[in-house]
């Protein structure tokens, strides 16, 4: 997590972000994903906060049926 995403990892053990697709985990491995497109600022509350919104859980639920 973070805004770098993972750091010091040996090769092979992250899986890339592909934002062309609907974020699918692989089981596993350290999935990397780029939230910056579901996690934005609006009227009512800051970028860095709004994560209540439908599309922010959308990716958590499908990490957590990986």
Do not use: W, Y
Request: with cysteine; net charge negative; charged share 15%.
């Amino acid at each position: 997590m973070g805004a770098n995403g993972p750091q010091k990892l040996p090769e092979g053990v992250a899986e890339p972000d592909d934002t062309t697709q609907v974020f699918a985990p692989t089981c596993g491995r350290v999935n990397t994903f780029l939230a910056d497109h579901f996690i934005i600022k609006t009227v009512d509350t800051d970028a860095h906060n709004n994560i209540t919104n439908p599309s922010v859980g959308r990716p958590l639920a499908n990490a957590l049926l990986a």
